[in-house]
């Protein structure tokens, strides 16, 4: 049987967030009172949970949940729709939902998710949006497809992962769910090796059809 759901990751892949996610990175450190890193190392926390993304930028003895906290607030105020859809992403969805069961899998807060997937009018697109949860914040990207694929009852051989970062291949792999690497986001070829690389979202329906089953 060939793929029949898609699991998509949101910053990266369907939402450009980077000037929001920059935006209050900067201000999460300058409050902390640590010097700003080279902007390059500010985009690489683009994708990995927040605890991890801090460890990166603050140091493992550095005030990480402290950072977490001011990160979100500023995220919730002014971060969250400085945003915008990829190109052609919304008709890639058109198309993909009349043939597959779509969900969102990020490491995103879901409260932050849902907003800016209604906000940007994608959500209809979605049977469901999973992100991390209060009581979870730190969930790994493998555990949150393993809700999914248990929550929907979905086979992992007929599903398949579309994320831009390492995060999203290696929850795949943990998984045994098709992986596509989204190369219009903030990852690099080398690090999705091991799927089936995408260049563009018009690309995703062509190579959704062509993926080798399990």
């Keep these: 049987m060939a793929i029949s759901s898609l699991l998509f990751d949101l910053d990266g892949t369907l939402l450009d967030t980077e000037p929001g996610i920059l935006g209050c990175l900067r201000h999460t450190i300058q409050a902390a009172g ?13 994708g990995p949970p927040l605890e991890l993304a801090f460890q990166n930028l603050l140091g493992a003895n550095g005030p990480i949940w402290e950072a977490v906290e001011i990160y979100r607030q ?3 105020q002014q971060g969250q729709f400085q945003a915008q859809p990829y190109p ?13 069961l779509l969900l969102v899998a990020t490491s995103k807060r879901k409260q932050f998710a849902d907003a800016m997937l209604e906000h940007f009018a994608l959500a209809p697109y979605f049977k ?9 914040l730190s969930e790994p990207k ?16 007929h599903t398949a992962m579309v994320g831009d970062r390492v995060f999203d291949r290696v929850g795949a792999e943990a998984n045994g769910v098709h992986f596509i690497g989204a190369l219009w986001g903030y990852g690099n070829p080398e690090e999705l090796a091991g799927g089936v ?17 399990k």
């Excluded at 640590?34 to 683009?46: S, T, V």
């Design 34 to 46: 640590f010097p700003l890193p080279p902007e390059q190392k500010l985009r690489e926390q683009i």
């Design 74 to 76: 500023c995220y919730e």
């Design 88 to 100: 052609g992403i919304r008709s890639a969805l058109q198309t993909l939902s009349s043939r597959y």
């Design 128 to 136: 469901a949006i999973y992100g991390v949860l209060p009581d979870n």
């Design 142 to 157: 493998a555990s949150l497809i393993g809700r999914i694929l248990h929550d929907h009852t979905l086979r992992p051989e």
């Design 197 to 213: 690389l995408c260049s563009h979202p018009s690309e995703l329906a062509a190579l959704v059809t062509g993926l080798p089953m």
